[in-house]
């Protein structure tokens, strides 16, 4: 069993920067694929990023490509997303999830096992 808790949320002005993280406990975290999803209020979740198991892959949604940056540390049992330029279409609570497969596309939100609880971000002009 693998359980996620992401901290690292808050307020923020436009342009400004956040990084979240997404700390795991079990044994099977560093063979697992890590997502971070995103849900505004009134729409849909959404994918924001990946990082396969291996580190050496990350994927990120159009949105968000060039501004946020994915990354893992399996010292410590924990994914990143540092957000850069924040923009107010940003706010959403930020959820983080872990999947063992491998060859399904990233952002197809119905592959993964394992969700954290999220953590809200709020952008502010």
């Known amino acids: 069993q693998v359980q996620l808790v992401e901290s690292g949320g808050g307020l923020v002005q436009a342009g400004g920067s956040l990084k979240l993280s997404c700390a795991a406990s079990?044994?099977?975290?560093?063979?697992?694929?890590v997502s971070w999803f995103r849900q505004a209020p009134g729409k849909e979740r959404e994918f924001v990023a990946a990082?396969?198991?291996?580190?050496?892959?990350?994927y990120y949604a159009d949105s968000v490509k060039g501004r946020f940056t994915i990354s893992r540390d399996g010292a410590k049992n924990t994914v990143y997303l540092q957000m850069m330029s924040l923009k107010l279409d940003d706010t959403a609570v930020y959820y983080c999830?872990?999947?063992?497969?491998?060859?399904?596309?990233?952002?197809?939100?119905?592959?993964?096992?394992?969700w954290g609880q999220g953590t809200q971000v709020t952008v502010s002009s």
């Open positions: 990082v396969n198991w291996r580190a050496d892959r990350t």
């Open positions: 079990g044994r099977t975290f560093s063979t697992l694929r």
């Open positions: 999830a872990a999947t063992s497969q491998r060859l399904l596309p990233p952002a197809a939100g119905a592959q993964y096992d394992y």
